[in-house]
Structures are given as structure tokens and as C-alpha cells.
């Protein structure tokens, strides 16, 4: 096992486009979790699954992003009709249920033009 | 929602000096972990902390968990280039089940 994969590493896109984003987690992991970090911030949390089941998404997130891990393994994140603002590093990071830390990705690096 | 405050937000050592940086929260943690992040990097797991009181070491590094398990320090000792990124705290209030927040990091430079 390589750890979290995620693909692609970087996504340069006009606005108004969308773009979808892949994470393998860790095989072993049900928890699977997205996150979006920008320059100088911490990771911020977008949502987060259980097995295939989305359990909690945040209130900050706008209609336009979308997620899902329909058998429980990989998941995809969907953003429609993006945004300048939307530019930022997309974080995935799995964990299973005895050990609570999170193993993360290396990202996809999205730039909105 | 929950807030996690970290303090400070850079921090700039000589290679051989101390660094600590501190995580405050205003409600009670169930559990809180430690990440690093390199620069250019992705945060990489070091350490959750879980009872009150808890104090963890790692070769030079030193964790702790305050009593009221409403904050916690990581202190490195002697830092080395090695140690250069961003430090970030992350909690829970629930055992586990919730999603982990995130502190702003405190970035740490080391000058050799």
C-alpha cells in the first residue's frame, strides 16, 4: 500500500469550468475525509465519508462542490462552475476506526483563471 | 463552531535553541493530535494526545495536554534544520467521531 493517492497533482482551469478530483485512500481506512488549505492557513474541513456513507458536510460549503465514494473506496470531489476563489490545495486523508490519525495525500493544487 | 486558536504564527530560531508552540481552545477536547507540515509538503501525523494531564515524548520533541484538556504544547528541543514547517494542533470535542479541526500552524524557521 502507497498511502493516499491523489490525482491529478495540479488542475490550472478557466472559470466557470468544473473539475473533478480522485483520492485512493489508504485500502484498509473507512474514514475518508476532504480538506481545502490556502496559503498560510490550516487544512479546512470540506466533508467527510464512513465507509460510502457522506456523514457530515461543512456549512461553508457552497452547492457547487460535490462528493462521493460510491463503493466505499476511492472518492471523487466535484466542483461546478468554479471560482478564483476556489483556488487552493485540496487535501484527502484517511483513517480507520482504533487509530484516529489521519494519513494524508499530497494534494491536487487547483488554480481557477 | 469549533475554534482552535494557535500561538505564535512564525516563530524564528537559531539551530540549537528551543521551540515551543502552544494550542488553545475554548471547550473541552476529547482528543488532540499534532501534524508537521514541511514546506511544499502535505501535514504528516505525529502524535494524538487523549488524558488530561498526558505528556508524550519524541526524541526532541515534547507533547502536552493541559489538565482541563482545553490546550496543549509542543516543545522541541535544540531544533535542527531538519525541524523547519508549519506545526498544526487539531481537535475533536467528540470521541472520535467528528472530523478533526485545525489550527492556523505556527511556522517554524531555523537558522543554521
Known amino acids: 500500500d502507497t498511502g493516499v493517492s491523489q490525482n491529478p497533482r495540479h488542475e490550472i482551469t478557466k472559470r466557470g469550468q468544473n473539475v473533478t478530483f480522485r483520492c485512493d485512500p489508504i485500502?484498509?481506512?473507512?474514514?475518508l475525509y476532504w480538506y481545502r488549505q490556502t496559503l498560510g492557513q490550516g487544512p479546512e474541513f470540506l466533508t467527510y465519508f464512513q465507509n460510502e456513507a457522506q456523514l457530515e458536510k461543512s456549512r461553508l460549503l457552497s452547492d457547487r462542490f460535490s462528493a462521493e465514494r460510491p463503493k466505499g473506496s476511492f472518492s471523487t470531489l466535484e466542483i461546478q462552475r468554479t471560482e478564483q476563489g476556489d483556488s487552493a490545495m485540496y487535501l484527502c486523508a484517511s483513517s480507520g476506526d482504533t487509530f484516529y490519525g489521519y494519513t494524508f495525500g499530497s494534494g491536487t493544487r487547483l488554480t481557477v483563471v | 463552531g469549533q475554534q482552535v486558536m494557535q500561538i505564535p504564527q512564525y516563530q524564528h530560531v537559531q539551530e540549537g535553541e528551543d521551540f515551543t508552540t502552544y494550542c488553545n481552545s475554548s471547550?473541552?477536547?476529547?482528543?488532540i493530535q499534532w501534524y508537521k507540515q514541511r514546506p511544499g509538503g502535505h501535514p504528516v501525523f505525529l502524535i494524538q494526545l487523549v488524558k488530561s494531564g498526558e505528556v508524550k515524548k519524541q526524541k526532541r520533541l515534547t507533547f502536552q495536554f493541559g489538565e482541563a484538556k482545553k490546550n496543549s504544547s509542543l516543545h522541541i528541543t535544540a531544533t535542527q534544520t531538519t525541524d523547519v514547517g508549519t506545526y498544526f494542533c487539531a481537535v475533536t470535542t467528540n470521541s472520535g467521531n467528528t472530523p478533526l479541526v485545525f489550527g492556523k500552524g505556527t511556522r517554524l524557521s531555523v537558522i543554521a
Open positions: 485500502s484498509e481506512h473507512n474514514r
Open positions: 471547550t473541552t477536547l476529547s482528543n
